[in-house]
């Protein structure tokens, strides 16, 4: 209804404009019209009635220039008000990743507060928090893997920035390369991590297609933890440790270009 009504007010501002520049510019081509005499005449001489020069009346040039001015306000005061409506529906457009808003397919988005350059996170369930980048977004959610009958709760990060733009634009592509926390409950015949690691689909290592062999030992919070690389669709650096109940697989892209260490580094168990 706003839009309908600028439009109108744009129109007779225009057809106002117009009339003020017909109007100004007859003014001043009839007051300020000068005849050219032929050679040798001239006006006292009475040859040429038309040839005397008029002069131009002041009073009336001052009457009709503000036309022109005035026509330019409407214009003005609707443009104004356009920018003013656009600005005021744009803001009310709520935002697409607003704290604690399920996004379809990546989960619940969790706005933590930044500090230093990083974000923190922390999740009272898993007892375990740690800082990721800025500029990027961190969803929770809820799956199962392979044919259903294991369930796991995970948290994804992926570059703020490509999320949003893929929201806002409805686009039908791939979530961008990131890293994430997938915690898969402890099995009862659970033995040692390598062995879980090397023999449960959940690790992506079982596949020896992808996977480097090699599972290097390293401490995660002063809790052994084993690392490795796989190679897929993206190239991917794991470290998996046991911690309250649950085997905690931790994942990065590395064509993020994020460094996989300090990640593992920032991790905090309760």
Same mark, same amino acid.
């Given at each position: /209804?706003?839009?309908? &009504? ?25 007051? /300020? ?6 050679? !040798? ?23 009709? @220039?503000?036309?022109?001015? #005035? ?6 005061? !609707? ?23 399920? #996004?379809?397919?990546? !989960? ?8 230093? !350059? ?26 199962? &893997? =392979?044919? =259903? ?8 990060? /992926? ?20 890293? =994430? ?6 099995? =009862? ?7 879980? #690691? ?26 052994? @933890? ?7 669709? &993206?190239?991917?650096?794991?470290? @998996? ?20 260490? @300090? ?8």
């Amino acid at each position: /209804m706003k839009k309908k &009504y600028i439009r109108v007010i744009i129109i007779l501002a225009i057809t106002y404009l117009a009339v003020g520049v017909f109007v100004y510019t007859e003014g001043l081509r009839a007051q /300020m019209q000068l005849h050219i005499c032929p050679p !040798g005449v001239f006006p006292e001489q009475g040859a040429l009635q038309e040839c005397a020069r008029q002069k131009i009346d002041i009073k009336r040039e001052l009457t009709t @220039a503000p036309t022109v001015i #005035i026509g330019w306000l409407p214009l003005i005061a !609707g443009k104004l008000y356009s920018e003013r409506s656009t600005e005021t529906a744009r803001n009310s457009v709520p935002d697409v990743l607003s704290d604690t808003k399920e #996004i379809p397919g990546l !989960g619940v988005f969790h706005n933590s507060t930044i500090e230093n !350059g990083f974000k923190t996170f922390t999740t009272e369930t898993f007892g375990i928090s740690f800082r990721y980048p800025a500029h990027y977004a961190l969803f929770e959610n809820e799956s199962t &893997y =392979g044919d =259903g009958t294991s369930s796991y709760h995970y948290l994804a990060m /992926m570059p703020e920035e490509s999320v949003r733009h893929i929201i806002e634009n409805k686009l039908e592509t791939e979530w961008p390369p990131g890293f =994430g926390f997938a915690f898969y409950q402890k099995p =009862g015949d659970f033995t040692t991590l390598e062995e879980w #690691i090397r023999t449960h689909r959940e690790s992506n290592f079982i596949n020896e297609e992808w996977a480097d062999t090699t599972l290097t030992i390293i401490a995660v919070a002063e809790v052994p @933890a084993l690392r490795y690389r796989v190679e897929g669709l &993206y190239s991917y650096e794991y470290a @998996a440790f046991a911690h309250e109940g649950y085997i905690v697989l931790v994942s990065l892209a590395r064509e993020t270009g994020e460094n996989f260490t @300090a990640l593992l580094g920032s991790i905090k168990l309760k």
